[in-house]
């Protein structure tokens, strides 16, 4: 309820100030909100896109009850034996297991609560993931996910938006701070203003190997509130992981989305050769399409896969931008992309037999989803870096931890300023990771913030 001093300016009390009104700061407002708190939700860069509408929008929810009734059998258990099995010993174990549990929560949050057109999308395969487990608007997208999370968040006028940078100090009491019009404070505050991928000078210090590659993140994830929760004596985890984008066309604008080698399709360099399995996932192809000539490679695929991407915004934005080649035979696809076509030829002739099991790969790739054939597509791609993985450690319910591991007090993270749930360079990092943490460890925040207020 905004107060006013004698003679001063207005000061309004919440419970809780958030730093950041992306897919951690909005689910943790409407979470929060749900559980009776009063909420100030700051974002100087309100009508800026940030990472959430830049995104593909997917986001696992293992378990889940629309899951569960479009026949899916499946478990956070399930999903953490599957990202244990991709990422290995770069598993954040702080958050990993309360994250999984959380987000059947979040799934039944948004469609029994909030009523939001938010839905199991049954066709989207991926990677790394043994069920079909992605939800997410239809058709699939960033941008209509974050529309509707601001529809949500413009329906509570309990939720105090502030679209201007707020000064925030810590007190022995709480946090205050003053946008130059009012003031504002609160027992607690949650740091959720993104990851660092557009700063430059920490990517060089904590990703060397991404310095100066091309970004296709948020103009302003520049690690502004982790350096916050830094100067109150927060630690750092995982700062050298990042989710990078194997599958973007050149420039960044556009991309072709994840799931093209899981329907079929490959990628080859400027002499048609393949050069890595394709499957290993979005993230981990960036390193290795960056290091073909020119640091791009063709992706290749048929008209049936493409069919099958009917529902996959980023797709359909690439082919609206004309990123995507046709041609019914190989000759003219590798004349059209600027390939060596008996090497394309050759390569393509190799991966149907492997596909109709008459031979292996020697990259060791396994699943060949179908049999190649005309009319073709291709689409020149390159490897991006698309959000930064590392950040402020919590525990499973978002709360910032010091060098000694005890908890800040009032100091609680989520999304990409925390330490995300795993990833070593881009290897560990699983389709999806992003937002299950973003909209994991922000409804834990707000369950624990409840009972804490
Ligand atoms: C190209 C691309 C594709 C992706 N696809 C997927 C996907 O399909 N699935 C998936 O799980 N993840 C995906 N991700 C990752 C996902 O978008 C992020 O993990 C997620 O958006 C992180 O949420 P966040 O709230 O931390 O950051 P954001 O959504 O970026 O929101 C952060 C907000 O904080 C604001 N802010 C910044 N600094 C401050 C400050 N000092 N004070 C107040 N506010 C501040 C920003 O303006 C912004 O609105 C993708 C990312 C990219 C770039």
């Known amino acids: 309820m905004p107060l006013r001093k004698a003679g001063g300016p207005a000061l309004a009390e919440f419970d809780l100030i958030i730093l950041g009104a992306g897919a951690a700061g909005m689910l943790g407002a409407l979470a929060a909100h749900q559980r009776g708190l009063r909420v100030c939700l700051v974002d100087p860069h309100w009508d800026v896109a940030n990472n959430l509408a830049i995104s593909g929008g997917l986001f696992p929810a293992a378990g889940s009850v629309l899951q569960a009734q479009a026949g899916v059998h499946d478990s956070p258990q399930i999903w953490l034996d599957d990202l244990r099995?991709?990422?290995?010993?770069?598993?954040?174990?702080?958050?990993?297991?309360?994250?999984?549990?959380?987000?059947?929560?979040?799934?039944?949050?948004?469609?029994?609560?909030?009523?939001?057109?938010?839905?199991?999308?049954?066709?989207?395969?991926?990677?790394?993931?043994?069920?079909?487990?992605?939800?997410?608007?239809?058709?699939?997208?960033?941008?209509?996910?974050?529309?509707?999370?601001?529809?949500?968040?413009?329906?509570?006028?309990?939720?105090?938006?502030?679209?201007?940078?707020?000064?925030?100090?810590?007190?022995?009491?709480?946090?205050?701070?003053?946008?130059?019009?009012?003031?504002?404070?609160?027992?607690?505050?949650?740091?959720?203003?993104?990851?660092?991928?557009?700063?430059?000078?920490?990517?060089?210090?904590?990703?060397?190997?991404?310095?100066?590659?091309?970004?296709?993140?948020?103009?302003?994830?520049?690690?502004?509130?982790?350096?916050?929760g830094v100067s109150w004596g927060a630690q750092l985890w995982g700062m050298d992981g990042f989710q990078g984008q194997g599958h973007t066309n050149p420039g960044g604008r556009t991309r072709l989305g994840m799931a093209i080698p899981t329907m079929g399709g490959i990628l080859v360099n400027r002499s048609g050769l393949r050069f890595v399995r394709e499957d290993i996932g979005p993230s981990a192809l960036a390193p290795w399409v960056m290091a073909q000539a020119g640091g791009q490679a063709l992706e290749v695929f048929d008209a049936h896969i493409a069919a099958g991407l009917a529902q996959h915004s980023a797709y359909q934005e690439a082919w609206r931008a004309s990123q995507v080649v046709t041609a019914e035979d190989v000759p003219t696809l590798a004349a059209k992309a600027g390939v060596d076509a008996q090497g394309l030829q050759d390569t393509l002739?190799?991966?149907?037999?492997?596909?109709?099991?008459?031979?292996?790969?020697?990259?060791?790739?396994?699943?060949?989803?179908?049999?190649?054939?005309?009319?073709?597509?291709?689409?020149?791609?390159?490897?991006?870096?698309?959000?930064?993985?590392?950040?402020?450690?919590?525990?499973?319910?978002?709360?910032?931890?010091?060098?000694?591991?005890?908890?800040?007090?009032?100091?609680?993270?989520?999304?990409?300023?925390?330490?995300?749930?795993?990833?070593?360079?881009?290897?560990?990092?699983?389709?999806g990771n992003g937002l299950a943490q973003s909209f994991g460890l922000a409804w834990r925040m707000a369950q624990a913030l409840a009972t804490t207020a």
């Open 349 to 431: 002739a190799q991966v149907n037999a492997i596909a109709q099991g008459l031979a292996t790969d020697a990259l060791g790739r396994q699943h060949f989803a179908r049999v190649l054939s005309g009319p073709f597509l291709a689409s020149w791609v390159t490897g991006a870096l698309s959000h930064t993985q590392g950040g402020l450690l919590t525990d499973g319910d978002g709360r910032v931890r010091d060098a000694k591991g005890r908890w800040i007090h009032g100091v609680w993270a989520a999304g990409g300023c925390a330490a995300g749930l795993s990833g070593r360079g881009a290897h560990g990092y699983l389709p």
């Open 85 to 228: 099995a991709f990422a290995g010993d770069s598993v954040n174990e702080s958050i990993a297991h309360s994250v999984a549990h959380a987000l059947p929560e979040v799934m039944d949050f948004f469609t029994s609560r909030l009523n939001a057109p938010i839905d199991f999308l049954p066709d989207v395969v991926s990677p790394g993931h043994s069920r079909c487990r992605f939800h997410s608007t239809k058709p699939a997208g960033g941008r209509s996910l974050h529309e509707s999370l601001r529809q949500l968040i413009a329906a509570r006028s309990n939720i105090q938006v502030c679209p201007r940078p707020i000064g925030l100090e810590r007190l022995t009491t709480g946090f205050a701070g003053s946008d130059g019009q009012s003031q504002v404070q609160a027992p607690h505050v949650m740091l959720a203003g993104g990851g660092f991928g557009a700063n430059p000078d920490w990517v060089a210090q904590h990703i060397p190997a991404m310095r100066g590659a091309l970004y296709n993140g948020a103009a302003h994830s520049d690690g502004s509130t982790m350096a916050l």
